[in-house]
T-cell receptor, first 113, second 119 residues
Framework: DAKTTQPTSMDCAEGRAANLPCNHS???????VYWYRQIHSQGPQYIIH???NNETNEMASLIITEDRKSSTLILPHATLRDTAVYYC??????????????FGKGTLLTVNP | GAVVSQHPSWVICKSGTSVKIECRSL??????MFWYRQFPKQSLMLMAT?????????EQGVEKDKFLINHASLTLSTLTVTSAHPEDSSFYIC???????????????FGSGTRLTVV
């Protein structure tokens, strides 16, 4: 799986949009971009994933650049409960059940009141 | 959505004893489960891949005789930390791969984790 690079930490004001960047310059054509987050002392939570089109769900939006070498996770109206470590993961979406997820260091997003 | 239950959420044990952690998929069948370990202020590190009805696949550097994995049914995988020592104190998390149709695609659902403290 391609390697990803994320900032170590970011701050965001409550109610504002949080934009979390991720670089994945070695991504291949069949690899998806996944975002997970981990609130302190809990298991990771799935947020969103995409291949090349921008995606949106009830939690967030995912913007993938045209060359697919980077992406941005957008939390449109951050709340204090969004404070967590956010992981950007690139992996081949084989559909098989035994393809493992590899976590990097992620970005610690702190939402301030 | 897919739900994974992990038990216990925390456990304290004496050095030299063994501890069993359970991971259950509540509303679907899971042929494969993953076990991760997370030390304070670090990321999740994959320990092993648990396959129903067969032996687990361990990552490099993980002692298979110390971390026993059993995946006897399609809804339950267990991780047993044998002869636990203080350095085994960590946050252990299981994960299940979810087939297309849940979570919008080929996603993974994680348990809530088990905090193990060995004294």
């Amino acid at each position: 799986d391609a390697k990803t690079t994320q900032p170590t930490s970011m701050d965001c004001a409550e109610g504002r949009a949080a934009n979390l960047p991720c670089n994945h310059s070695t991504i291949s054509g069949n690899e998806y971009v996944y975002w997970y987050r981990q609130i302190h002392s809990q298991g990771p939570q799935y947020i969103i994933h995409g291949l090349k089109n921008n995606e949106t769900n009830e939690m967030a939006s995912l913007i993938i650049t045209e060359d697919r070498k980077s992406s941005t996770l957008i939390l449109p109206h951050a709340t204090l409960r969004d404070t967590a470590v956010y992981y950007c993961i690139v992996r081949y979406n084989s559909g098989g059940s035994n393809y493992k997820l590899t976590f990097g260091k992620g970005t610690l997003l702190t939402v301030n009141p | 959505g897919a739900v994974v239950s992990q038990h216990p959420s925390w456990v304290i044990c004496k050095s030299g004893t063994s501890v069993k952690i359970e991971c259950r998929s509540l509303d679907f069948q899971a042929t494969t489960m993953f076990w991760y370990r997370q030390f304070p202020k670090q990321s999740l590190m994959l320990m092993a891949t648990s396959n129903e009805g067969s032996k687990a696949t361990y990552e490099q550097g993980v002692e298979k005789d110390k971390f026993l994995i059993n995946h006897a049914s399609l809804t339950l995988s267990t991780l047993t930390v044998t002869s636990a020592h203080p350095e085994d104190s960590s946050f252990y998390i299981c994960s299940v791969h979810v087939s297309k149709g849940r979570d919008g695609g080929y996603g993974y659902t994680f348990g809530s984790g088990t905090r193990l403290t060995v004294v």
